[in-house]
């Protein structure tokens, strides 16, 4: 089976779900980030000693270099061929959960029963907060229909790393 790799649609509804912040930020758990989910863990820049501003830009490509080992994991445990949109579904939902070598959607999937394998992206639904992004990846795995229309929200952050998300703009990704 031929390795997959996520598209730009993809690769925008990704962004979408995740928000962009161009300084660095602390995330819901307090940890330092930056640009679209990014951590110390997946290598530099640190975000915990980041003092610049990203560009837009810079935030996409350090996001496709992040996105990079989320792929191969995907491709890893799937052993099935699947369309494209059932791909970047199951990448955007594996860089949320890191789930996707236990999930039972993936047995279901490569057990080949689809449907099945669609409910069960709905066991992750916790927090509550996550269930409108798990909607929309079931939607995306089920349908081929992408939710975001290749926006995302930009939110700016204070010095302190509290992102102002009452302040977020929404932006069309290039």
């Known amino acids: 089976m031929a390795t997959m790799t996520l598209s730009e649609a993809g690769l925008k509804e990704l962004a979408g779900h995740e928000g962009i912040v161009l300084t660095r930020y602390r995330d819901v758990v307090g940890v330092w980030?930056?640009?679209?989910?990014?951590?110390k863990s997946a290598g530099p820049p640190n975000p915990a000693t980041f003092t610049g501003t990203l560009t837009l830009t810079d935030a996409l490509n350090l996001f496709r270099k992040d996105l990079k080992k989320y792929i191969d994991a995907v491709n890893a445990v799937?052993?099935?061929k699947v369309s494209q949109t059932e791909f970047d579904a199951l990448v955007s939902f594996h860089f949320n959960t890191g789930g996707i070598k236990k999930a039972s959607l993936v047995k279901s999937l490569n057990a080949g029963d689809r449907a099945k394998a669609a409910k069960e992206f709905m066991n992750w639904s916790k927090p509550?907060?996550?269930i409108d992004r798990r909607k929309k990846e079931r939607k995306l795995f089920e349908t081929g229909a992408y939710s975001n229309g290749g926006k995302a929200t930009q939110f700016p952050a204070d010095a302190a790393g509290n992102v102002l998300v009452g302040k977020g703009k929404s932006i069309t990704l290039p």
Do not use: F, N, P, Y
């Open 128 to 130: 509550a907060s996550i």
């Open 78 to 80: 799937v052993t099935v």
């Open 33 to 39: 980030t930056l640009g679209i989910g990014h951590t």
